[in-house]
């Protein structure tokens, strides 16, 4: 069955929700202990350590000033001394071979807490903006550590009206676009830095990056992360030899503890998003792009610290002044559009997102001095449409992709960009760290958005043949049941009823309509969950209601 594009508005319109009430799966970090860090996080200058007031970041002063390095703490006292963290966790790192460091809990000590924080690379008062050669010259020195990643043009070109090319720098080694800068970073260290180590805060893509990328340059790298990262990627940097250290409950508290430790220790704080040279490193994709598409219109960056779209606006546009740089990030966080509204990094709440690596509350003050004059524009995206889009990268594209990587996909999916229709678009997939429970839980949700996976409640006739019945009528539909279950006892209608909750795969959404329509004609009490557009593809964008589901 047809529908025309009214039908599916009106349909869309009585049946359409976004998915906000039910995307906890990933650990959410409350918005009051967010705001909370960020107060404590509040960066002071030290001035003890004058900064360097140019802009010319191979010249740039190294982490704050140090005394020589502190004897170890007694054991008792040692805020690294290994402590349970959980028994899982230790029984599986008590099998892995004894070259790798073990993981760390940590509490924080008097001697760690109350310091003055600050980091000399990221300093409020004195943006640093990035310049073209800091590109160039990272391009020239990490070009035999990185792969140069494929851009090639896209099958979902034909769903979605414009000419889509991937950059897919989920292919790096480590899964993301990350190690261009860590790399970059850890080659521009001074010789007795690299020697002395390096520290970050990350739950995941960064640490992975400059734990893989340190191993190769044989650089000590010390991650500090959140106790909300995922166990893969913690087992993952142990792999590549970095020293873990868990503290904190959200990456703030992680950062504060990195910045704390880094002074004690003599270690360089290498901040994910806003260090120069990181900036510069990501920067790389951006020349990498343009060589490798001709006539681009646009580019689509996701956004989270602003680190990759600083990098990438800066490179492109330096070439070539007419492509349109546009960022997504997630509707969840979105904490660059409203710096750019703000002129500054301000905090922005950030929610539980399927782009978990975008969900950062401030944006780096150089990664806004770099990008704000060079971003055409930037949107948010839905959640519902990052699941899609990753859902279509999987079944179209045959790449797994992980939500931050997606986003620009996902922005295009849910119509937000018409003005690209007809263009040639350059669309970074910069991330595939993914956890297969999670990817599973996406899929899932897309079949949903999608009106592939369907739920509906129905109460039939508790006479015999009253179910066979029913599922007769599925069958011949061609629906198929994936989970099906009734109930009697909290039925208020005829004692002699039954109510069926069933969930389903259908073709597409106009099999869900039909289907829908069908059992309304056949039955007095029916109710279908939701169901979200995003057919429309590269259309108009479809309002997305509420309406309460039936089996919530
Ligand atoms: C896969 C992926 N894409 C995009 C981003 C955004 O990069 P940035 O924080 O530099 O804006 C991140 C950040 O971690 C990421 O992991």
């Given at each position: 069955m047809e529908l025309s594009v009214k039908e599916r508005r009106q349909y869309f319109v009585a049946h359409v929700t976004t998915s906000h009430k039910s995307t906890?799966?990933?650990?959410?970090?409350?918005d009051a202990d967010l705001a909370k860090g960020a107060e404590q996080l509040t960066v002071q200058e030290d001035t003890s350590d004058p900064i360097?007031?140019?802009?010319d970041v191979t010249s740039a002063p190294h982490s704050a000033p140090h005394s020589a390095p502190p004897s170890p703490p007694p054991p008792e006292n040692n805020?690294?001394?290994?402590?349970?963290?959980?028994a899982a966790l230790v029984s599986k790192v008590d099998r892995m071979p004894v070259d790798i460091p073990q993981i760390q809990t940590s509490e924080e000590t008097d001697e760690l807490s109350g310091e003055v924080l600050f980091d000399p690379w990221c300093d409020p008062c004195n943006p640093r903006v990035i310049q073209f050669q800091d590109i160039s010259a990272a391009a020239f020195k990490i070009k035999s550590g990185i792969m140069m990643t494929p851009c090639t043009r896209s099958h979902i070109s034909s769903m979605t009206g414009c000419q889509i090319f991937f950059k897919?720098?989920?292919?790096q080694y480590t899964g993301s676009f990350k190690e261009r800068g860590a790399r970059y970073t850890l080659l521009m260290l001074p010789e007795v830095q690299q020697k002395q180590g390096v520290i970050a805060a990350s739950a995941g893509n960064h640490a992975l990056a400059l734990s893989y990328h340190g191993q190769e340059l044989s650089i000590p790298v010390t991650v500090v992360m959140p106790i909300i990262a995922p166990i893969m990627k913690i087992q993952s940097c142990r792999q590549f030899g970095a020293n873990i250290i868990i503290h904190g409950k959200d990456i703030l508290e992680s950062r504060e503890y990195a910045m704390r430790l880094a002074k004690k220790e003599n270690l360089t704080y290498i901040n994910g998003y806003d260090h120069p040279h990181i900036i510069a490193g990501q920067g790389t994709m951006g020349l990498e792009i343009v060589e490798q598409v001709k006539n681009i219109d646009a580019v689509v960056v996701p956004v989270g610290g602003g680190g990759l779209i600083a990098g990438i606006a800066l490179a492109v546009k330096s070439l070539y002044p007419h492509i349109q740089v546009i960022g997504v990030e997630s509707e969840r966080c979105a904490s660059f559009r409203a710096a750019m509204e703000a002129g500054q990094p301000v905090y922005t709440a950030a929610k539980s997102t399927l782009a978990d690596g975008l969900a950062v509350p401030k944006v780096g003050i150089n990664s806004l001095a770099t990008a704000a004059p060079l971003v055409d524009k930037c949107i948010a995206v839905p959640e519902e449409f990052i699941a899609m889009a990753i859902l279509r990268l999987v079944e179209i594209e045959k790449a797994v992709v992980e939500g931050a990587g997606a986003v620009g996909l996902a922005a295009i999916l849910a119509g937000l960009l018409p003005e690209l229709k007809g263009k040639r678009v350059v669309v970074p997939?910069?991330?595939?760290?993914?956890d297969t429970t999670v990817l599973g839980r996406c899929l899932e949700r897309g079949l949903a958005v999608d009106g592939r996976l369907v739920k509906f409640s129905i109460t039939v006739t508790d006479r015999p043949g009253g179910i066979a019945e029913l599922t007769r009528i599925l069958a011949n539909l061609g629906v198929s049941i994936k989970d099906i279950l009734h109930e009697r006892a909290w039925l208020k209608s005829d004692i002699f009823s039954v109510e069926v909750r069933v969930m389903c795969e259908t073709r597409d959404l106009e099999h869900a309509v039909e289907l829908e329509r069908v059992l309304k004609e056949q039955y007095k009490s029916v109710h279908f969950g939701h169901f979200a557009d995003v057919t429309n593809a590269g259309g108009m964008k479809i309002d997305l209601l509420d309406c309460p589901s039936p089996f919530v």
């Open positions: 906890e799966y990933l650990a959410d970090p409350d360097d007031p140019i802009d805020p690294l001394h290994p402590i349970a963290y959980s897919k720098d989920f292919l997939l910069c991330g595939g760290n993914i």
